[in-house]
């Protein structure tokens, strides 16, 4: 996890794509699973440790940043490098497995909150990279 700061804008760099867990399929193979998706229908257990997962790697990555925080009006913008096959293909399951590292940002007091009104703009882009380079990076800017 990586960090880069100036004053009007800074980004959190982390090493995994949000919103899956490991486990196990029925042949013992060991797989991943996206959890946060629309359209997956996980146990709230997975579910709730997805997030709380998510939210801890953003929370310990940006909080050692030197940051004149919170900012009430940012704008967001979340680059996600992965295969293709883990490739979300609209914006709205993008955003969903985003959620919990959005919560991470609040969590940190790097946003006031994540509503609409403080979250002006929010951007997401998938970019294919090889598996060993799999991350996340999140910039935030201030709006105005």
């Known amino acids: 996890m990586s960090t880069n700061a100036s004053t009007d804008a800074w980004s959190v ?10 486990g196990v399929n029925k042949k013992g193979k060991r797989v ?7 359209n997956s229908r996980p ?5 709730s440790e997805c997030m709380r997962l ?7 990555a940006a909080r050692k940043m030197p940051l ?5 009006r940012v704008v ?6 992965g295969m293709k096959r883990h490739h979300s293909k609209d914006w709205e399951q ?11 940002l609040k969590d940190c007091g790097a946003i006031t909150d994540d509503t609409m009104k403080n979250i002006i703009e929010l951007h997401t882009e998938w970019h ?17």
């Open 13 to 22: 760099t982390v090493d995994r794509l949000p919103g899956w867990l490991w």
């Open 32 to 38: 991943r699973y996206t959890v946060l998706s629309l």
């Open 43 to 47: 146990h709230w257990r997975q579910r």
């Open 54 to 60: 998510d939210k801890q790697r953003v929370f310990y």
């Open 68 to 72: 004149t925080m919170p900012w009430d």
């Open 76 to 81: 967001l913008r979340i680059d996600l490098y």
């Open 94 to 104: 993008t955003v969903a497995r985003c959620k919990g590292y959005i919560d991470g």
């Open 128 to 144: 294919v990279a090889p598996e060993e380079e799999e991350r996340t990076v999140m910039e935030v800017t201030k709006y105005g």
